[in-house]
């Protein structure tokens, strides 16, 4: 489960629409709001939002434009090409990270 203080954070900072936010996350845009102000939500609902939360700031956070999310199909594309960038990236830092001197690994008698 991620931190909930992180999510609300993350709503204001993105200036996430709650509305839209609620049909990510497939949830009444009355229970975005209760999660915002610290009111009880069924931990389902909260997971919802919070899973929702973190792919609009992974898109618009990874993407140079700012994906309209109201259009879901749109944002399921913009959310598949920001994992295949992310993937990419840390393909790329993989493989360019250096490897370890075998030397300085090998177990020496004392």
């Known amino acids: 489960m991620i ?11 993105w200036e996430i629409p ?6 990510l996350a497939d949830v009444l ?4 709001s209760d999660y915002i ?16 939360t973190a792919n609009v700031v992974k898109v618009w956070g990874t993407l140079p ?3 309209d999310i ?10 598949e090409i920001a994992n295949a960038a992310i993937a990419k990236v840390e393909a790329e830092d993989a493989a360019q ?3 370890p001197d075998i ?3 090998r177990v020496r008698p004392a």
């Open 29 to 32: 845009p009355c229970r975005v």
């Open 70 to 79: 109201s259009d879901e199909q749109s944002f399921i594309k913009a959310l």
């Open 37 to 52: 102000s610290g009111k009880r939500v069924p931990s389902a609902i909260a997971t919802r939002i919070e899973e929702a």
């Open 97 to 99: 990270a250096p490897r």
């Open 103 to 105: 030397e300085s690994l």
């Open 65 to 67: 434009v700012r994906v």
């Open 18 to 23: 709650k509305g839209d936010l609620a049909q």
């Open 3 to 13: 931190d909930r203080y992180k999510t609300t954070r993350a709503i204001k900072d």
